[in-house]
């Protein structure tokens, strides 16, 4: 930001460049004010014609414009006011009348448009009023007073009198020139002429106004100087302009060599600083720091360390106090042994720290800020656990899906080579599951799409020992089955009529259209499929009949078992008898072709044929027969043929043996009077164990869900069912891995890692204000956990911040801060380079030891030397005002320092006034202002002290009355 004396100093020299030379500073201001005043004023105007040609009239910007204008007008009649030969109290009369003038302004802004003309209560002249007033009051003061008092020299400079000095009019006999000119950097300087140069001022000036005014500063209090002579070095005490003391130390010839390192409220401390000076700094011992040291202070009764480089800049420092010195001692060597072993903790988003605790080790996650974000819920037994932990879950975290606790969610997740699923409801209880393995996830998130759309309308059922379920049929892609042309469908049989008190039950009305193909099967309690249809059926009611007309023939049926082909003899429907042969697995392979009146007669036919296959059997039916048959995997099964040798039932299982098929053949008899039911829609099939349970079938028998849980009574689980309806209609998909992130809360959000089995791996202590800002949170974990740094904190490490400008801390495993660096740096890099300094200079890093007060020798930016003096608590009470070349030059500057700090005498300055010097060749004089600052010194050394101070009077006298002349 640029000070107020540079922005003084380009305004100037933009006003010479362009302008021309200034005769006062108020012209300078008064001519820049007026182009601000126009830059304005024109802004305005601009604005009010734009905005007014348009479509659209705006209050709003016809109020801005307005004020704009207005406000342009009033600066620009200021800074004319300024650039006028307007004495002091014209330029106050203008500042009124520009206040005024500006109140106007705000008057109008406030009351336009609402209380303007026709709206509201119109104060339009009552503005117009007060800002007139104000614009004719700048304008006045300078124009109108003048010409209606008749006095021109109240308000404005009197024109027409001379500039002349007295001496060029005859009204003096001698008197002193002022001559200002340019140095060799283009500021102004001045020397006093009296015959010749007598003095010359020591600073040098931007501008001529500034020139100007230090020389009639100069000429205002010169004649009023006392007189100091100084034959030896003087300690200068003084109060500067903002009330604070200081003190300088000068030379017998009055070049200043030392001053104080601070300022002071009161007199008494300034001396003080200097009696300690003199006290001290003779015999004060010099201190060389060669690499880097170790410094210490006490503040506030405790005792802290610094270190510092051989530049005395602070490297790191100590952040809590100690009792005494010898323990801040311990402590700044331990910080050495401990910073050089420190691991850099560069963590730019996301770390792993394993923690070491009482009953084990545990991991957290932290972020660039160190800030706790996750900690595991699991100790573990050594670090390389933990560590072999974190390794584990870092990869599957950057893919790992995100889940929020309360919602309904299938959580889909591989189990071996398989898929399976669970169905979590709003209260994070597991409420279903897949029945087994998938083969892979498509088939798995199958299941939950068909558990979703079908558990609503889903009946709730109960299989007692077995029920025969009529259902709508199915080709091997898993749609309706679609009859061909050529297929025949067997003939209706009328069943009964359903028994209101058990027994074959049909549902009459399922909502749905029956007329596709039907299929049937018998099943038991736990699902086993005991028998099932061999063919589709036209509608339900067909296939119902079907299972009427097994449960007519198996009740009937012989056991008929054979091993090899057989020839069978039967009936037909129409009465009239053929034959057949049938292997093994009852197909047929050769029929007689024609129709036979009389089993005699088909005997003969096929006792014919059976001349070519002697080993068949003659199986001659008459009624319904269950056959024993082995296939050509050698697995048995049965098989129910009508009396006409029509298969109508068969065994939709195969067993290892004929006493195996015998059983299953034998269940089907068992449960042969089961109830009839049409299963056109998904159920839920109840059961009982020792506690109730539940699995969700298909129409198609096939079984997608069960019951995580068991219940203890049947109604216990018929309330569970209503709830898991709508939590598997509602519930999202999600697929996890060994790692899944969990949403929870509502005022308050936080999340945790849960592992495959909905197991806490971590947990956050983080809370984020809602549900997007822990998303984002987690997303940011997530998008880091790959590139996470894992470590530990054996002892300490020195953790990096860049939050306000880039700093570091060593810090122990606890996060106290055992030491920081002093300052920031712009960059890391930067950082990085500093770290190293330390790790290198504190194991060197000697003990400073401060006496009383002890000189140091300090380089500055520009790598010239200048000593300085320094307490026993290492703060500087003076520092030298030159400079040296080399360090050694500074050393032999400061025998010198040493010897004037002995013999210098005390001056304190309360007034402006001369002070002679001697110098080596004679005598010079300087003039010294209430604050202790050079405001002119002698051109010459003067032989005699007599002469000198001739000069000085000479000076004293004639410059008070002295004109001022300007060169190039």
């Not at 530049?311 to 005494?324: I, Q, W």
């Not at 379920?469 to 009529?497: M, N, Q, R, S």
């Not at 164990?689 to 009574?713: K, L, N, Q």
């Not at 004089?925 to 405001?935: P, R, S």
Request: with cysteine; net charge negative; glycine share 6%.
């Amino acid at each position: 930001m640029a000070s107020r004396t540079d922005i003084h100093q380009n305004l100037f020299q933009l006003y010479e460049h362009y302008v021309g030379e200034p005769d006062s500073s108020k012209d300078v201001y008064g001519y820049w004010l007026f182009i601000v005043g126009y830059i304005i004023g024109a802004a305005g105007v601009a604005t009010f014609v734009i905005g007014y040609a348009g479509e659209a009239k705006s209050y709003a910007l016809i109020r801005i414009s307005g004020v704009t204008a207005a406000t342009g007008l009033a600066l620009c009649l200021f800074g004319i006011v300024l650039m006028l030969p307007v004495r002091k109290r014209g330029i106050q009369a203008s500042v009124v009348g520009l206040l005024v003038a500006l109140g106007g302004v705000g008057f109008f802004g406030w009351a336009y448009p609402y209380n303007w003309r026709e709206l509201g209560t119109d104060y339009s002249v009552e503005v117009i009023s007060v800002y007139t007033l104000g614009i004719g009051i700048i304008a006045g003061v300078t124009a109108l007073v003048p010409v209606l008092t008749g006095r021109k020299g109240m308000f404005v400079e009197e024109e027409g009198q001379t500039e002349d000095p007295e001496i060029l009019t005859g009204d003096a006999m001698e008197s002193a020139q002022f001559a200002v000119f340019r140095d060799e950097n283009g500021d102004w300087k001045w020397h006093v002429l009296h015959l010749e140069a007598l003095a010359r001022s020591t600073d040098s000036a931007v501008t001529r106004p500034d020139a100007t005014e230090s020389i009639e500063r100069v000429k205002s209090q010169i004649s009023s100087a006392g007189l100091m002579e100084l034959t030896t070095s003087a300690f200068r005490l003084y109060e500067d302009r903002d009330g604070t003391w200081q003190w300088t130390l000068a030379r017998d010839d009055g070049s200043v060599v030392g001053a104080c390192a601070g300022e002071f409220d009161e007199r008494d401390g300034a001396e003080e600083s200097v009696s300690f000076l003199k006290d001290e700094g003779p015999d004060a011992d010099v201190i060389e720091i060669e690499d880097a040291a170790f410094t210490y202070e006490q503040r506030r009764d405790q005792w802290y360390w610094q270190l510092v480089d051989d530049d005395r800049t602070p490297l790191a420092s100590s952040e809590t106090g100690h009792t005494t010195q010898e323990r801040a001692e311990e402590a700044a060597r331990a910080f050495a042994e401990r910073y050089d072993q420190a691991r850099v903790l560069d963590i730019e988003s996301v770390g792993v720290e394993l923690c070491e605790r009482a009953a084990g080790w545990t991991w957290r996650f932290v972020d660039a800020d160190d800030e706790v974000l996750a900690t595991s819920t699991d100790e573990f037994d050594t670090r390389r656990d933990a560590e072999k932990a974190v390794e584990a879950l870092l990869p599957e975290l950057e893919s790992a899906s995100v889940t929020v606790a309360g919602e309904p969610s299938y959580e889909l997740y591989a189990s071996g080579e398989e898929w399976r699923y669970r169905l979590v409801d709003e209260t994070e209880h597991v409420v279903a599951c897949s029945p087994g393995g998938a083969a892979d996830r498509d088939d798995a998130a199958a299941w939950t799409e068909r558990f979703g759309d079908n558990a609503v309308d889903a009946e709730v059922v109960e299989i007692e020992d077995a029920a025969y379920e009529v259902y709508p049929a199915a080709d091997t892609a898993g749609d309706e089955y679609t009859f061909d042309e050529t297929e025949t469908l067997p003939a209706a049989v009328e069943g009964p009529e359903p028994a209101p008190d058990g027994g074959t039950v049909v549902d009459a009305d399922t909502g749905v259209d029956d007329s596709g193909p039907w299929n049937w099967r018998l099943v038991t309690a736990d699902r086993e499929v005991v028998a099932a249809s061999t063919e589709p059926h036209a509608d339900a009611e067909t296939a119902t009949a079907a299972i009427e007309r097994v449960r007519q023939q198996a009740s009937e049926a012989d056991l008929i078992e054979f091993e090899n082909a057989a020839f069978q003899v039967y009936e037909a429907d129409s009465g009239e008898w053929r034959w057949r042969l049938i292997d093994e697995d009852g197909n047929v392979l050769a029929d007689s072709g024609e129709e036979h009146t009389s089993r005699g007669e088909a005997a003969e036919a096929m006792m014919t044929l059976k001349e070519q296959a002697p080993d068949a059997e003659l199986l001659e039916i008459e009624t319904a027969a269950f056959e024993l048959f082995v296939n050509e995997d050698d697995e048995w099964g049965w098989r129910l043929i009508d009396e006409a040798g029509k298969l109508v039932a068969e065994d939709p299982a195969t067993h290892p043996t004929r006493g195996a098929a015998r059983q299953a053949m034998n269940r089907l008899l068992e449960h042969l009077e089961s109830d009839v039911r049409t299963m056109d829609r998904a159920i839920f099939q109840t059961y009982a164990a020792e506690d109730w349970h539940w699995r969700f079938v298909m129409p198609g028998g096939e079984t997608i869900a069960v019951d995580d849980e068991a219940s203890p009574t049947r109604d216990e689980l018929l309330d569970a069912i209503e709830d898991v309806r709508e939590t598997a209609a509602s519930a999202h998909r999600h697929t996890i891995g060994d790692v899944t992130v969990q949403l929870y809360g509502t005022d308050e959000w936080h999340f945790r890692l849960l592992d495959r089995d909905r197991e806490p791996i971590a947990d956050s202590p983080v809370s984020y204000g809602d549900r997007e800002a822990a998303t984002d949170g987690v997303a940011a974990l997530k998008a880091n956990a790959s590139d996470a740094p894992i470590f530990a904190i054996e002892d300490a490490v020195v953790r990096l911040d860049g939050d306000d400008g880039w700093s570091w801390e060593l810090v122990d495993r606890d996060r106290e801060v055992i030491a920081a660096a002093v300052d920031t740096v712009t960059s890391k890099d930067a950082l990085l380079e500093a770290v190293e300094t330390v790790r290198q200079l504190a194991p060197m890093a000697d003990r400073v030891n401060f006496d009383v007060a002890s000189f140091e020798l300090v380089a500055a930016e520009d790598d010239r030397w200048r000593w300085r003096l320094i307490d026993e608590d290492g703060h500087t009470v003076a520092s030298g005002t030159e400079t040296h070349e080399t360090a050694d030059a500074a050393r032999e500057a400061l025998a010198d320092i040493r010897e004037l700090i002995e013999s210098a005498s005390i001056l304190e300055i309360d007034s402006v006034s001369f002070e002679l010097h001697t110098a080596e060749d004679g005598w010079v004089w300087q003039l010294i202002d209430e604050y202790g600052a050079t405001m002119a010194e002698s051109t010459q050394t003067y032989e005699t002290r007599t002469a000198a101070r001739e000069a000085m009077n000479d000076v004293k006298a004639q410059a008070p009355d002295g004109w001022i002349t300007f060169t190039e």
